[in-house]
């Protein structure tokens, strides 16, 4: 019986890579040179999170973000998140209709699988608060009514860190709803060139086709749900946890939602990268971009110049790393 259960496990995880492998070609058609980005961007989706892109302008967080929309098979909004933008713009408003007699609710931006939230700290605080409930629990709430949004249902949020005239930063509770913070970063001299070639003809991401369906992307999710986290790299994930906790440098370390964060994303990784099962090397490569905008420095950190992935790079070198085979 056991067997047979690690056989059909295999056969998922080997068409879990497959899927991922053809929606990672896909996106790179248009976003040249950044295939970690890309597969970041894959790993959120995969492990039910919200990803938040944050770089400067012009370096394709929107074309990466509309890009992976694209490659799915369903629906996508695009809002643009601007100082007036109202809540009810975002999840929905109840109106009056006099033929009928009766109020109807007319759903907002937040009801599609894809939700690309453009430039999301140029909103007001009461309308970034409006995505809490929609980001955590998968639904809204509407004048005591709760709507129940779409499956696969995801979050991707662009911001400018350099401009900050006519922005509102996005308070920890709203940071700690994204599961993945990425940045793009500059093209190299080859991969910037061959942006020239692609998209110097107009946008080529409008004519990306789809790659998977929603059935695709939940069939996924459930592998990742199955992949395997031994019991010694649960335990690393506390330990990790406790050492960010307690370093004088920072003032807030992970909570037990980040650890679970975390976890989910090293399972979507590990599928990822074709295997049924958790390794060290999964949660490493993850802490940055699951950690990084979680974790708050301490005045003093901030006062010398410290850096939160410098002070990450300390944490993992403070902590055993888990010895023997992770699959056991």
């Given at each position: 019986?056991?067997?047979?259960?690690?056989?059909?496990?295999?056969?998922?995880?080997?068409?879990f890579?497959?899927?991922?492998?053809?929606?990672?070609?896909?996106?790179?058609?248009?976003?040249?040179?950044?295939?970690?980005?890309?597969?970041?961007?894959?790993?959120?989706?995969?492990?039910?999170?919200?990803?938040?892109?944050?770089?400067?302008?012009?370096?394709?967080?929107?074309?990466?973000?509309?890009?992976?929309?694209?490659?799915?098979?369903?629906?996508?909004?695009?809002?643009?998140?601007?100082?007036?933008?109202?809540?009810?713009?975002?999840?929905?408003?109840?109106?009056?209709?006099?033929?009928t007699?009766?109020?109807?609710?007319r759903?907002?931006?937040?009801?599609?699988?894809?939700?690309?939230?453009?430039?999301?700290?140029?909103?007001?605080?009461?309308?970034?608060?409006?995505?809490?409930e929609?980001m955590?629990?998968?639904q809204?709430?509407?004048?005591?009514?709760?709507?129940?949004?779409?499956?696969?249902?995801?979050?991707?949020?662009?911001?400018?860190?350099?401009?900050?005239?006519?922005?509102?930063?996005?308070?920890?509770?709203?940071?700690?709803?994204?599961?993945?913070?990425?940045?793009?970063?500059?093209?190299?001299?080859?991969a910037?060139?061959?942006?020239?070639?692609?998209?110097?003809?107009?946008?080529?991401?409008?004519?990306?086709?789809?790659?998977?369906?929603?059935?695709?992307?939940?069939?996924?999710?459930?592998?990742?749900?199955?992949?395997?986290?031994?019991?010694?790299?649960?335990?690393?994930?506390?330990?990790?946890?406790?050492?960010?906790?307690?370093?004088?440098?920072?003032?807030?370390?992970?909570?037990?939602?980040?650890?679970?964060?975390?976890?989910?994303?090293?399972?979507?990784?590990?599928?990822?990268?074709?295997?049924?099962?958790?390794?060290?090397?999964?949660?490493?490569?993850?802490?940055?971009?699951?950690?990084?905008?979680?974790?708050?420095?301490?005045?003093?950190?901030?006062?010398?110049?410290?850096?939160?992935?410098?002070?990450?790079?300390?944490?993992?070198?403070?902590?055993?790393?888990?010895?023997?085979?992770?699959?056991?």
């Open positions: 019986m056991v067997v047979r259960q690690r056989a059909v496990a295999s056969r998922s995880v080997a068409s890579a497959d899927l991922f492998e053809a929606t990672v070609d896909n996106v790179a058609q248009v976003i040249q040179g950044k295939e970690h980005a890309i597969r970041l961007a894959l790993v959120c989706m995969v492990a039910q999170g919200h990803l938040l892109i944050e770089d400067v302008p012009g370096v394709g967080k929107t074309s990466l973000a509309k890009a992976l929309a694209r490659s799915l098979d369903c629906d996508w909004h695009r809002i643009q998140f601007t100082p007036d933008l109202l809540p009810s713009d975002v999840t929905g408003v109840t109106v009056y209709n006099r033929q007699g009766t109020f109807t609710f759903p907002g931006g937040i009801f599609a699988n894809v939700v690309l939230g453009d430039e999301i700290n140029r909103a007001s605080p009461k309308t970034q608060s409006a995505l809490l929609a955590e629990e998968r809204v709430t509407v004048d005591s009514t709760t709507y129940r949004l779409p499956a696969p249902f995801m979050v991707i949020a662009t911001q400018n860190p350099v401009e900050h005239e006519g922005t509102y930063p996005l308070p920890e509770s709203q940071l700690d709803r994204f599961l993945l913070r990425i940045r793009m970063g500059y093209p190299d001299r080859a910037e060139i061959d942006m020239l070639d692609t998209h110097g003809g107009g946008s080529a991401v409008d004519e990306l086709t789809p790659v998977l369906s929603p059935a695709d992307v939940e069939s996924m999710v459930e592998t990742t749900k199955a992949i395997h986290v031994a019991p010694a790299l649960k335990g690393y994930i506390v330990d990790l946890a406790a050492a960010t906790r307690r370093h004088p440098a920072l003032a807030l370390g992970m909570s037990p939602r980040a650890a679970l964060a975390l976890q989910r994303a090293a399972r979507a990784h590990a599928a990822s990268r074709g295997r049924e099962y958790v390794v060290p090397d999964d949660i490493k490569v993850l802490m940055g971009p699951v950690l990084e905008h979680r974790l708050a420095l301490s005045p003093d950190s901030q006062l010398s110049g410290g850096r939160t992935p410098d002070i990450l790079g300390e944490v993992l070198a403070s902590v055993p790393v888990p010895t023997g085979r992770a699959g056991a």
